[in-house]
């Protein structure tokens, strides 16, 4: 698992993870949340999630609450 901070949050149920020493954020869907809902998490929220690879570049599943 690696971690990370919310660095944003949309109306649409997805966001990004920011990542120290990585230039590029991570996107994450809502639909990949474990332990805690969208609307539970806020901008600076430090999480933990699994890095996978999808058509469109890396993205995090699995995300929770560090």
Excluded: N, Y
Aim: aromatic residues 10%; proline residues 2%; charged residues 25%.
């Amino acid at each position: 698992m690696m971690t990370g901070t919310i660095k944003t949050l949309t109306d649409k149920g997805f966001g990004f993870i920011a990542r120290e020493g990585e230039a590029k954020d991570l996107f994450f869907h809502s639909k990949e949340l474990v332990g805690v809902t969208f609307d539970e998490l806020k901008v600076g929220d430090t999480v933990s999630f699994t890095l996978v690879d999808t058509d469109k570049g890396p993205a995090a599943t699995q995300v929770s609450r560090a």
